[in-house]
């Protein structure tokens, strides 16, 4: 299968923890669009759930394909939140803001009983941060902020680039208005330490490290599709 029909078939199968009359969180990335392409359809087909999206490009695809959304004011407490990861470990830590909406993402994910990520095997590491962790900040004082986070990373044995993440040639703009920093630190061995240091930052919005949030993970891979769980996590 292709890396497509990879994120089809998680998001098949995560679609199966969908009840009626769910309040149902949707994430943002590929394969969450591919989770909303099937939701789309049990949704034409009798399914009714209150669906909060994650993201102003999540949300407009949810209207074109008729599944009815709804802000998080609107229903503030969510049975379930599927979205899609860019890493996940083996203990379920995951990062997550590859598609600049880590912010949106994070909040509907501790509103929701239960978190499940969908993903493709090439996501699964054994440590985080071969992907560039995500960090959104404020537009004011960015370099300062930038400096705080490398003398951060620093304290912990991290380095490596911190870029402003770029679309074609100004700065990326998060749906709330914010800038994205990827941090290269490659291994983060102690993310918990890191997430501590990053939010005791004050230009620090909020950072890509989704730590004792998610319940289950669905990865689909070549030999087929394998479920992971973390009974540990703050949410169920």
Known sequence: MDARQLKIEAARVALDHVETGMKLGVGSGSTAEEFVRLLAERVE???????????????????ELGVPIFSLDEVPQLDLTIDGADEVDGDLQVIKGGGGALLR????????????????ESKVVDVLGRFPLPIEVNVFGLTATRNAIEQAAGSLGLSGPVDLRKDRDVPFETDGGHHILDA???????????????????????????????SVAIIAGSSGVRTMKNEGSQNR
């Open 184 to 214: 290269s630190f490659g291994r983060i061995p102690d993310a918990e330490a890191l997430a501590r240091a990053l939010q005791d930052i004050p230009g620090v919005v909020e950072h890509g490290l989704f730590l004792d949030i998610v």
């Open 45 to 63: 087909s009798g399914l009714r759930i209150e669906a909060v999206p994650t993201s102003e490009r999540t949300a407009g695809l949810c209207v």
């Open 105 to 120: 993402e994070k909040i509907v994910a501790c509103a929701s009983d239960t978190v499940i990520v969908i993903a493709d």
